[in-house]
């Protein structure tokens, strides 16, 4: 049966992770009738897992700090090639993002003096993670979702009905964005996970939330759903991808048992006191600080371990190195033969906090690494390596209303791309989802009220297509399994288009994603489609590989190493190419590929840096405005 339950809406929020949830909110607020779309359960997305915090430079730990600090160290993470308006506005609305989040009745750990408390990350100058223990995405989640159900609440006083201008559809899952005759959005087509129904939305703005592509690698910190849906959605629709090359390799990811590996160990072990060790019992970290962070970072560990308790007067210990630094370094040392027994390195937080601070401070990672590897850290270190985490790639978006390139379409979250540069810092996604999220719920009220004539419709002949492209792996017998599809693309972008590049394997991993397309032009799945993952995932592959050829294509063209992109044939950063966004789209069923120029960074932004600086990434043009220029 291919009827389609059909419902209509002013806004469609696909994902319920803190971007989604965060637009829908504004939405709501501004009075439009919104659906929530998650394709996993309500409250199952990446957001719940996050652990360490969100960034916000609130002062309240170090009262040096604010936004201008802020920004500073957001460009400084992404290499300097993030969308400067973006980092700009992450920074300055981030604590107004959490403060709010207070009122809505978020409880953050304090400081002895009764402010929400911050902690030090990655990157970050002053402590600046406001957290609960290391749980603090399950307390955003929870605080977003109670909002959504108070606004409910309103809503059945008003009109006796909850649903009436704010829904929740769970475990719903969009596969084809569909436009009117003239290109703009005109709503979302999909089906229900447990009766394999389809739904169509109807609605003249639909707002991307999804988050991630980290299932596209092998070993990877996230969950089944993060297969670049949105991603793919986006570059169908004809909207644009951007700076595709970077993904983040989280450091610390658990190496064993097997069956986990790749579970994120959250940063604020180190953050908290824990340091990285090789076989040899060598804190290696103070060999791999680069010319570029230097100065920031202590030479000795006397030095280093005094700033957690002095900081005014001391240098970060360079574990504190942003992520893709550090997870480089973590590879040179197991490629050098000074590895663990099961391929990583050591994490130690037991020999140097008591077991109380440990308990208190990281109450889930004692969990985790009992229950899954009967390791107890607050005695022994932990085993850990390198992780796909985060992909800083993404929608490209106007930074104030986060609309994408075809009108109605919006984007926040992990699934846009800018506001990270080749890297982001710890803690600022939790901020990013709240800060954008709010913009993109802002952004698509903006654009309705400016729509003069009729809502845009949707072309029957599209949603027939959709139909039939989700159904056509139940007309074929004897095909692909896409279980086996998915692994071999897996362990393809694992080993030729990870952690580090070389452009004859980026080349074998493009070869082998056109033999993967071929054979997933002929899937199959037995069975029906009420409850099917085998089904499920024949949709899912079709993302994954769109997603894994942008990844590769630009991973290819850029010939430098920055950020989350490292090329071992071309090690330095370039400061020709930092000028140079790639973006990419769909024409027909090609991926193209072009260079665009980065936005330029206002003066005002520019002058926050000492020029000294400024010259390690940029060229002399670009500096010409500097006002140590003349010097
Ligand atoms: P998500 O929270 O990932 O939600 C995506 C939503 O989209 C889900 O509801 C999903 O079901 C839905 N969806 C996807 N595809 C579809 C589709 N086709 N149809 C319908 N729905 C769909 N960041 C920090 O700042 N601080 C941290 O401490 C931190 N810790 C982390 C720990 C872990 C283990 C992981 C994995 C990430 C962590 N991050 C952290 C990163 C951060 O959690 C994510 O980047 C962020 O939560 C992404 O939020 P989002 O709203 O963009 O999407």
Not at 137 to 149: P, W
């Amino acid at each position: 049966d291919t009827d389609i339950e059909r419902f209509s809406y002013d806004v469609v929020v696909i994902g319920a992770g803190g971007s989604g949830l965060r637009a829908a909110i504004e939405a709501r607020a501004r009075g439009l009738k919104t659906a929530i779309i998650s394709k996993s359960l309500f409250g199952k997305a990446h957001t719940v897992m996050a652990e360490g915090g969100a960034a916000a430079a609130m002062g309240n730990v170090n009262p040096k700090d604010n936004w201008q600090v802020h920004f500073r160290d957001t460009m400084r993470g992404g290499k300097f090639l993030n969308n400067p308006r973006m980092a700009e506005l992450h920074a300055k609305e981030a604590p107004d993002r959490v403060w709010e989040l207070e009122a809505w009745g978020a409880l953050f750990d304090r400081t002895p003096d009764g402010k929400i408390s911050q902690r030090n990350f990655g990157g970050h100058e002053y402590p600046r993670l406001a957290h609960v223990g290391d749980r603090t995405g399950l307390e955003m989640i929870r605080t977003l979702q109670q909002r959504v159900v108070a606004l409910q609440q309103e809503d059945s006083y008003e009109f006796g009905d909850p649903d009436a201008r704010i829904r929740v559809f769970a475990e719903t899952t969009i596969t084809r964005l569909l436009k009117s005759p003239d290109g703009r959005i005109a709503g979302a087509f999909g089906y229900i996970r447990d009766t394999g129904r389809f739904v169509l939305f109807e609605a003249p703005t639909v707002i991307l939330a999804t988050g991630g592509i980290g299932r596209t690698f092998k070993v990877t910190s996230n969950s089944w759903e993060y297969s670049g849906d949105g991603h793919a959605l986006a570059l169908l629709a004809g909207a644009k991808l951007m700076n595709m090359e970077f993904v983040q390799f989280h450091p610390t990811g658990m190496v064993w048992p097997i069956s986990v590996k790749g579970i994120l160990v959250t940063e604020s072990v180190r953050g908290d006191g824990g340091i990285l060790k090789n076989s040899e019992g060598k804190r290696f970290m103070f060999d791999y600080v680069p010319d570029v962070f230097r100065a920031q970072y202590a030479e000795t560990e006397e030095e280093a371990d005094r700033w957690y308790t002095d900081p005014d007067h001391n240098r970060r210990p360079p574990e504190l190195l942003p992520r893709d630094e550090v997870a480089r370094s973590i590879n040179s040392e197991v490629k050098a033969g000074r590895g663990t027994p099961h391929g990583g390195v050591y994490l130690d937080i037991a020999s140097r906090r008591s077991a109380e601070y440990i308990l208190t401070r990281l109450p889930s990672m004692h969990h985790q690494f009992k229950e899954l590897a009967d390791v107890d850290i607050t005695k022994e270190p932990m085993e850990i390596g390198p992780t796909c985490h985060y992909v800083m790639g993404g929608v490209e978006v106007d930074p104030d209303t986060a609309a994408a390139s075809v009108p109605g379409l919006f984007a926040a979250g992990e699934v846009s791309g800018g506001m990270h540069g080749s890297n982001r810092l710890g803690g600022n996604s939790l901020s990013d989802l709240l800060v954008f999220g709010k913009r993109a719920g802002d952004g698509a009220a903006d654009y309705i009220s400016s729509l003069a004539d009729a809502k845009p419709s949707v072309v029957q002949a599209d949603l027939d297509a959709a139909v039939a492209e989700a159904l056509a792996p139940f007309a074929r017998a004897d095909g692909e399994s896409p279980y086996e599809v998915h692994a071999e693309l897996q362990q393809t972008m694992n080993d030729l288009v990870g952690i580090i590049r070389r452009e004859q394997e980026v080349r074998d991993a493009l070869s082998a994603l056109e033999k993967f397309k071929e054979r997933a032009a002929n899937l199959s799945v037995p069975g029906e489609r009420a409850y099917n993952p085998g089904w499920h995932y024949a949709q899912d592959l079709r993302n994954m590989l769109l997603v894994a050829e942008c990844v590769a294509m630009a991973a290819l063209e850029r010939e430098e190493s920055r950020g989350g992109h490292t090329r071992e044939d071309h090690p330095e950063m370039s400061p020709e190419w930092r000028k140079v966004n790639l973006i990419l789209s769909l024409n027909g069923d090609k991926v193209e590929m072009v260079h665009q120029p980065i936005p330029v960074v206002r003066e005002d932004l520019l002058a926050l840096f000492d020029i000294s600086e400024l010259k390690k990434y940029m060229t002399k043009e670009e500096l010409a405005g500097h006002p140590g220029a003349a010097a």
